[in-house]
C-alpha cells in the first residue's frame, strides 16, 4: 500500500506494522470512529483511503484486492470487507478523496502520547460543492455570449467626494 517510511517502524518490523495496519483499517471500518495514537492514525489514514477507493471499484477484483490487505480470514473481517463494499463505499460515491478525518484529542494520561480519534466522513459532499459542479456544467453547455454592461449610480463614497470638492471650491 503506501511506500514505508524510514527509521523506525511502527511497533518493530515491517510485518508486524503491516498487520497493526490491517488491524486498525478493519477496525476503522467496523466501528466507523476509533481512538489511537496520533502516529497510527497518521500512517492510518493513506492506507484506509486506498482501501475505500478501491472499494468504489465494486467488481471482484477490487474485492480480492481488500481481502488481501485486511486479513480477511476470520468472519469478523469478512463482515468488514462486506460492509464495506455495501455500505461504506456507495456512501463514498460522489466525494473525490479525503474519506477520513484526524482529531487531535490530547495526551494520554499514563505515557503523555499525544491521543488522535480518526473517522469516516460519512456526511455527503456539500451543497456548495455541488453548486459548483451544476455550474461548471451549465457554463460548458451554454455558449458564450456577451451581456452588456448597465451602467449604474455612483457610489455613495464617490458622491461624497464630488460633493465635497464642491463645496470647497465654492468657499
Do not use: C
Amino acid at each position: 500500500m503506501p511506500t514505508p517510511t524510514k527509521g523506525p517502524r511502527l511497533g518493530g518490523s515491517p510485518t508486524h506494522e503491516k498487520q497493526m495496519l490491517a488491524n486498525l483499517s478493519a477496525n476503522l471500518i467496523e466501528h466507523r470512529s476509533i481512538t489511537t495514537t496520533l502516529t497510527k492514525a497518521k500512517r492510518l489514514r493513506p492506507y484506509a483511503e486506498r482501501l475505500i477507493t478501491i472499494a468504489k471499484k465494486g467488481d471482484l477484483h477490487a474485492r480480492r484486492q481488500v481481502v488481501s490487505k485486511i486479513s480477511a480470514r476470520n468472519s469478523t473481517n469478512q463482515a468488514v470487507v462486506h460492509e464495506l463494499f455495501t455500505v461504506i463505499a456507495p456512501a463514498m460515491e460522489n466525494r473525490h478523496g479525503g474519506y477520513t478525518r484526524i482529531t487531535k484529542i490530547g495526551n494520554r494520561k499514563g505515557d503523555n502520547a499525544p491521543m488522535a480519534v480518526i473517522e469516516l466522513i460519512m456526511e455527503p459532499v456539500s451543497p456548495k460543492q455541488a453548486v459548483v459542479q451544476e455550474a461548471e456544467q451549465a457554463a460548458a453547455t451554454a455558449p458564450a455570449e456577451e451581456t452588456p454592461v448597465e451602467e449604474t449610480e455612483q457610489p455613495a463614497e464617490e458622491t461624497e467626494a464630488v460633493e465635497a470638492e464642491e463645496t470647497s471650491e465654492e468657499k
